[in-house]
């Protein structure tokens, strides 16, 4: 059973920095794309960052030149760096895990049907 496990929210002033992490526990063969998302109150959910197997990244025209993602394949990890905070990037951050291949004993992890999990969302506040 995979799932993931989110930290490094919480409370920093404007300007200031926090690393957001999230790890994919369980038996895994492969992760094809690890993503950040955010969600402000009363928006909707948008992708803010991912990263590719071949550790090319995106990252949302808003955090460019503050925010950077980073994964660990072999230790199934994500993280988001995040700098230079304003008060419109509080919110809650969720990371998601694209193309997941488990482990599943006797088959091919080729084989395999890859699908996405989703953390449960940490809470970021920029506030002075």
């Known amino acids: 059973q995979v799932q993931l496990v989110e930290s490094g929210g919480g409370l920093v002033q404007p300007g200031g920095s926090l690393k957001l992490s999230c790890l994919a526990s369980?038996?895994?063969?492969?992760?094809?794309?690890m993503y950040w998302y955010f969600q402000s109150p009363g928006a909707e959910r948008e992708q803010l960052a991912a990263?590719?197997?071949?550790?090319?990244?995106y990252l949302a025209n808003s955090v460019k030149g503050r925010f950077a993602i980073h994964r660990d394949s072999a230790k199934n990890t994500v993280t988001l760096q995040m700098d230079k905070l304003k008060p419109e990037d509080s919110g809650i951050y969720y990371c998601?895990?694209?193309?997941?291949?488990?482990?599943?004993?006797?088959?091919?992890?080729?084989?395999?049907?890859?699908?996405?999990?989703w953390g449960q969302g940490t809470q970021v506040t920029v506030s002075s």
């Open positions: 998601r895990m694209g193309g997941v291949r488990p482990v599943v004993p006797g088959m091919d992890p080729i084989s395999v049907r890859p699908r996405d999990y």
């Open positions: 369980g038996s895994i063969y492969s992760i094809s794309v």
């Open positions: 990263v590719m197997s071949n550790n090319s990244t």
